[in-house]
């Protein structure tokens, strides 16, 4: 019994550390995908500039707490806010970052992150702090 407790210990360690390379790569390369992906930025969302164009990467580095917080479609909210939910949310759900829920007893939905973009925003902390 003790000889298997050690085994299984030694294999639970070996696929913590395939884990860990396998999301690193798989990370890098959504990381990749999102920087090719681009978004036009319509003019009433950036103080009335025009043409603005940002990467996919760039737009979910910079709202991640609204998006841990989640991002309704509720009525009489900032036109940022129905952006993030029309234009940005359906392209993170694409790469399973992002979800869909009914929020119970009201008529609007909610996108919030999952479990996989909260792994892929702590990835990118880390990496950062390696840099």
């Not at 639970?12 to 798989?26: A, H, I, R």
């Not at 392209?91 to 992002?98: A, E, N, Q, T, Y």
């Not at 925003?121 to 880390?126: D, I």
Request: proline share 2%; charged share 25%.
């Amino acid at each position: 019994m003790k000889e298997l407790t050690k085994q299984n210990s030694i294999l639970s360690n070996k696929v913590g550390q395939y884990t860990k390379v396998t999301n690193s790569s798989e990370f890098d390369e959504l990381e990749k995908i999102l920087n090719s992906i681009e978004v036009k930025i319509p003019p009433n969302i950036i103080d009335g500039r025009e043409n603005v164009i940002q990467t996919l990467f760039v737009l979910f580095e910079t709202v991640q707490e609204t998006l841990v917080t989640g991002v309704t479609n509720q009525s009489q909210q900032h036109e940022s806010v129905y952006f993030l939910y029309n234009n940005v949310c359906p392209k993170l759900k694409i790469h399973g970052l992002v979800q869909n829920e009914k929020v119970a007893s009201v008529r609007w939905r909610r996108f919030s992150i999952t479990k996989k973009g909260q792994d892929f925003l702590a990835y990118l902390e880390k990496k950062k702090l390696t840099s």
